[in-house]
């Protein structure tokens, strides 16, 4: 089992910036990817970012590419989302999740945090 606990959501005025953070606990391993997927009102979930736990390798969805930023710190177990020039249509409650490869299936989540992005 993996508990994820993600902090750092918020209301934030467009263009303005927010980082969220997912800490790992539990059986979690370097072969594991960690990513963040969000849920606006009315829409399914989707993906943002997604990192390799060992090497560090990135994708990210095209609408947030060169907007958001997902790191790692191994020390903390935690993965790292800098969110900058947000937008509007940002806004959604983000979740982090691991799995065992960057496509999926993701078979721990966080409980979510919510951003709100005013115009």
């Known amino acids: 089992q993996v508990q994820l606990v993600e902090l750092g959501g918020g209301l934030v005025q467009a263009g303005g910036s927010l980082r969220l953070s997912c800490a790992a606990s539990g059986r979690t391993s370097s072969r594991y990817f960690m990513g963040w997927f969000r849920q606006a009102p009315g829409k399914e979930r989707e993906f943002v970012a997604s990192?390799?736990?060992?090497?560090?390798?990135?994708v990210y969805a095209n609408s947030v590419k060169g907007r958001f930023t997902i790191s790692k710190e191994y020390a903390k177990n935690t993965v790292y989302l800098q969110m900058i020039s947000l937008k509007p249509e940002d806004t959604a409650v983000y979740y982090c999740?691991?799995?065992?490869?960057?496509?999926?299936?993701?078979?721990?989540w966080g409980q979510g945090t919510q951003v709100t992005v005013s115009s």
């Open positions: 990192i390799r736990w060992s090497g560090g390798s990135t």
């Open positions: 999740a691991v799995g065992g490869s960057p496509g999926g299936p993701w078979d721990y």
